[in-house]
């Protein structure tokens, strides 16, 4: 995928000088690629400035690192996935997802700014169901197990968000620890960029990895949640002999649809 040298710039700037990147548009048509109702949600202010604007059809996606990329829309809806304490934000997102397998991956206390905090899952235990719609945006999740503190497992304790911004369906599979059944598969639907956590010891096993790589079929693969580079080789060394490796020189890419890779690809975001 290419951009103009004006762009590319304005986002090596964004990213080196923790500027917000704000966008003055009102709201517009969800995408049709990510199935499911929508609850309508109010509009936020729109900001007078803007800093590396994004085209109509375009998408920022930011690995700010762990499990937290900054996913941020054509009208400037900005996003942080498994949103935490740990991790300094750049901005104040105007929507967060958690997961609360790790404290790594959720707040009790997030930022008061913030205008829609999504939990992936209940505090009961029953599965948590979002589905919101935010502007130029939709969230909603699939919830899946995870294994507990005695070996157990918890039920609905994780969440793969999918979001559909820009005719994209974007989707962070959170902490997730099995591989997915195909009513699981049925209901994220149809995906073009995943967020995968790779670690293969914390989550699922690298080999279980690939299998739900392969069976949710995105153009675009973004590794997450490696712990440093030795965890990220081994999971480029299983995924390797199935698809293509890009090694992007920046945690920020701009996408659309039509500069997707011709086919499926794993792309790695350097993290910080």
């Given at each position: 995928m290419t951009d103009?040298?004006?762009?590319?710039l304005?986002v090596?700037?964004w990213?080196?000088?923790f500027?917000?990147s704000l966008a003055a548009?009102a709201?517009?048509?969800?995408s049709?690629?990510?199935p499911?109702?929508v609850?309508?949600?109010p509009r936020?202010?729109?900001?007078?400035?803007?800093v590396?604007?994004?085209?109509?059809?375009?998408?920022?996606?930011t690995?700010?690192?762990?499990a937290t990329?900054l996913i941020?829309s054509p009208?400037?809806?900005?996003?942080?996935?498994?949103?935490n304490?740990?991790?300094?934000l750049?901005?104040?997102?105007?929507?967060?997802?958690?997961?609360h397998?790790?404290?790594?991956?959720?707040?009790?206390h997030?930022?008061?700014?913030?205008?829609?905090?999504?939990?992936?899952?209940?505090?009961d235990?029953s599965?948590?169901?979002r589905d919101?719609?935010?502007?130029d945006?939709?969230?909603?999740?699939?919830?899946t197990?995870?294994?507990?503190?005695?070996g157990?497992t918890e039920r609905?304790?994780?969440s793969?968000?999918?979001f559909?911004?820009?005719?994209l369906?974007?989707?962070?599979?959170?902490?997730?620890?099995?591989?997915?059944?195909?009513?699981q598969?049925?209901?994220?639907g149809?995906?073009?960029?995943?967020m995968?956590?790779?670690?293969g010891?914390y989550?699922?096993?690298?080999?279980?990895?690939?299998?739900?790589?392969q069976?949710l079929?995105?153009?675009?693969?973004?590794p997450?949640?490696?712990?440093?580079?030795?965890?990220?080789?081994?999971?480029?060394a299983l995924?390797?002999?199935?698809?293509?490796?890009?090694?992007?020189p920046?945690?920020s890419i701009?996408?659309?649809?039509?500069h997707?890779?011709?086919?499926p690809?794993?792309?790695?975001l350097?993290g910080?």
């Amino acid at each position: 995928m290419t951009d103009s040298n004006p762009r590319r710039l304005a986002v090596v700037v964004w990213v080196l000088s923790f500027l917000p990147s704000l966008a003055a548009a009102a709201g517009g048509p969800t995408s049709p690629h990510c199935p499911g109702p929508v609850a309508a949600m109010p509009r936020a202010a729109p900001a007078a400035l803007k800093v590396a604007a994004l085209g109509e059809n375009e998408v920022r996606l930011t690995f700010i690192g762990h499990a937290t990329f900054l996913i941020e829309s054509p009208h400037g809806v900005r996003i942080a996935t498994d949103y935490n304490d740990a991790i300094a934000l750049p901005v104040t997102p105007d929507i967060v997802t958690m997961n609360h397998a790790h404290a790594t991956h959720y707040s009790d206390h997030p930022d008061p700014g913030i205008k829609v905090v999504l939990r992936g899952w209940n505090d009961d235990g029953s599965p948590a169901i979002r589905d919101v719609s935010y502007q130029d945006v939709r969230v909603r999740n699939v919830p899946t197990n995870i294994r507990d503190g005695a070996g157990g497992t918890e039920r609905y304790g994780n969440s793969v968000f999918i979001f559909a911004v820009a005719s994209l369906c974007i989707v962070h599979l959170g902490h997730l620890h099995h591989t997915l059944t195909s009513e699981q598969l049925a209901a994220i639907g149809p995906v073009d960029v995943v967020m995968a956590p790779v670690d293969g010891t914390y989550t699922l096993d690298l080999a279980g990895m690939i299998e739900v790589l392969q069976a949710l079929k995105a153009t675009l693969m973004l590794p997450m949640h490696f712990f440093g580079e030795f965890g990220l080789r081994r999971f480029l060394a299983l995924a390797r002999p199935h698809w293509p490796i890009e090694i992007n020189p920046t945690p920020s890419i701009v996408i659309s649809r039509a500069h997707l890779p011709p086919g499926p690809t794993v792309r790695v975001l350097p993290g910080p």
